[in-house]
């Protein structure tokens, strides 16, 4: 089983700072089947970004992915007040889903 | 616009059987390439998927869980179904369902799948 590790668990940054966030895989993961989610309190996760770098429907182009084998990114070029929130890396593979334990991006 | 909605006992004693059906609306659970999915989040903590089922009833599940789940579709009713046997406190988390979707790259000519509809999740409780 893939064991995917994201830091930091914790990001504290401003509205209007850039973030990056890194999801490492415990062995090489097809770009095609890394997903990062983005969840609010009391809600369910929202997909954002597929394949790595494909962002989902109605997703914001501040929001990118990128990455490849073992390290992927997700950043957020301009962290807006919505966008506080955890988020979730996530890989498919050998018939396998499994999610990173998330990191939290709060105001500082 | 695909709706999904959880449905199920919000609680259940230890040594018991956890029981959910999620309801798919606005569309059609019989589209090849797509699977539905059961995800659980115990409070407080990240997201764990527990397995996945096709509309001709293949599944792919956890093996952390794989001796206790058994999951089923319903064509007909547009629903797909998960039991967990012999539960703990330690299953006490709020389930989702999700579509899991395959996606065409054109560029690249290969499959990608992410989970891009989720339902809005039900709390389960395992308390004596």
């Not at chain 1, 914001?60 to 962290?79: E, N, V």
């Not at chain 2, 059906?21 to 659980?40: F, N």
Request: proline fraction near 5%; charged fraction near 15%.
């Amino acid at each position: 089983e893939i064991v995917l590790t994201q830091s930091p668990g914790t990001l504290s940054l401003s509205p209007g700072e850039r973030a990056t966030l890194s999801c490492r895989a415990s062995q090489s993961v097809s770009s095609s089947y890394l997903v990062w989610y983005q969840q609010k309190p009391g809600q369910a996760p929202r997909l954002l970004i597929y394949g790595a770098s494909s962002r989902a429907t109605g997703i914001p182009d501040r929001f990118s992915g990128s990455g490849s084998g073992t390290d992927f990114t997700l950043t957020i070029s301009r962290l807006e007040p919505e966008d506080f929130a955890v988020y979730y890396c996530q890989q498919y593979g050998n018939s396998l889903w499994t999610f990173g334990q998330g990191t939290k991006v709060e105001i500082k | 616009q695909l709706h999904l909605q959880e449905s199920g006992p919000g609680l259940v004693k230890p040594s018991e059987t956890l029981s959910l059906t999620c309801t798919v609306s606005g569309g059609s659970i019989s589209s090849s390439g797509d699977y539905w999915v059961w995800i659980r989040q115990p409070p407080g903590k990240g997201l764990e998927w527990i397995g996945s089922i096709s509309y001709r009833g293949r599944t792919k599940l956890s093996p952390s869980l794989k001796s206790r789940i058994t999951m089923s579709v319903d064509t007909s009713k547009n629903q797909i179904s998960l039991n967990l046997s012999s539960v703990t406190t330690a299953d006490t988390a709020v389930f989702y369902c999700a579509r899991d979707r395959e996606y065409l790259d054109t560029l690249t000519g290969y499959y990608e799948r992410a989970f891009d509809i989720w339902g809005q999740g039900t709390v389960v409780t395992v308390s004596s």
